[in-house]
T-cell receptor
Framework: AQRVTQPEKLLSVFKGAPVELKCNYS??????LFWYVQYSRQRLQLLLR??SRESIKGFTADLNKGETSFHLKKPFAQEEDSAMYYC??????????FGQGTTLQVKP | DSGVTQTPKHLITATGQRVTLRCSPR?????VYWYQQSLDQGLQFLIQ???????AKGNILERFSAQQFPDLHSELNLSSLELGDSALYFC?????????????FGQGTRLTVV
């Protein structure tokens, strides 16, 4: 079965601290993985995707097929990073399977 | 602004009633997706349409139905509403579901069933 697991509901860090939001997936083929972010009262928007291998707003994520993980990392958290983060999997059909989401709280 | 428009933004209705949520995709996008976001279930895929035809179905109840019209806008119909249907309903659109293009989300419709 296709599944995305984000084990942490809430991650609270201080400004300037490193951040790692965990994501593990279950999929038998070659998935396309994404991180979406939802800032307070705003729509979901794409943060990054594994095939583009880019860094957005200082965030990076590496696909580890051996560990079936796609953890989101940022070396120095900023207060404006506070948001809900969703890891998602696209099994080449277009539909996204989302994890439960992790709320990142960056304290001053 | 993602270019995906959802109406209404908020909806309050009573149990047993029926509502229709509307979504206008981004210009040029052929694929429309509906998702339900609730506190206990998180973000759940409901249904996908591509160029007017149903493409994939997720955890959508039989009381719910959707369609995509020739102008590509989509409607999600929720009937015999229950308290547990209270949630944020998102619509997303993309150009082509097979090319792994980005899905753009609307602001959502917040449905409250009382």
């Amino acid at each position: 079965a296709q599944r995305v697991t984000q084990p942490e509901k809430l991650l609270s860090v201080f400004k300037g601290a490193p951040v790692e939001l965990k994501c593990n997936y279950s999929y038998s083929g070659s998935p396309e993985l994404f991180w979406y972010v939802q800032y307070s009262r705003q729509r979901l928007q794409l943060l990054l995707r594994h095939i583009s291998r880019e860094s957005i707003k200082g965030f990076t994520a590496d696909l580890n097929k051996g560990e079936t993980s796609f953890h989101l990392k940022k070396p120095f958290a900023q207060e404006e990073d506070s948001a809900m983060y969703y890891c998602a999997l696209d099994s080449n059909t277009g539909k996204l399977i989302f994890g439960q989401g992790t709320t990142l709280q960056v304290k001053p | 602004d993602s270019g995906v428009t959802q109406t209404p933004k908020h909806l309050i209705t009573a149990t047993g009633q029926r509502v229709t949520l509307r979504c206008s995709p981004r210009s040029g996008d052929l694929s429309v997706y509906w998702y339900q976001q609730s506190l206990d279930q998180g973000l759940q895929f409901l249904i996908q349409y591509y160029n007017g035809e149903e493409r994939a179905k997720g955890n959508i109840l039989e009381r719910f139905s959707a369609q995509q019209f020739p102008d590509l806008h989509s409607e999600l119909n929720l009937s015999s509403l229950e308290l547990g249907d209270s949630a944020l309903y998102f619509c997303a659109s993309s150009v082509d579901p097979h090319s792994n293009t980005e899905a753009f989300f609307g602001q959502g419709t917040r449905l409250t069933v009382v």
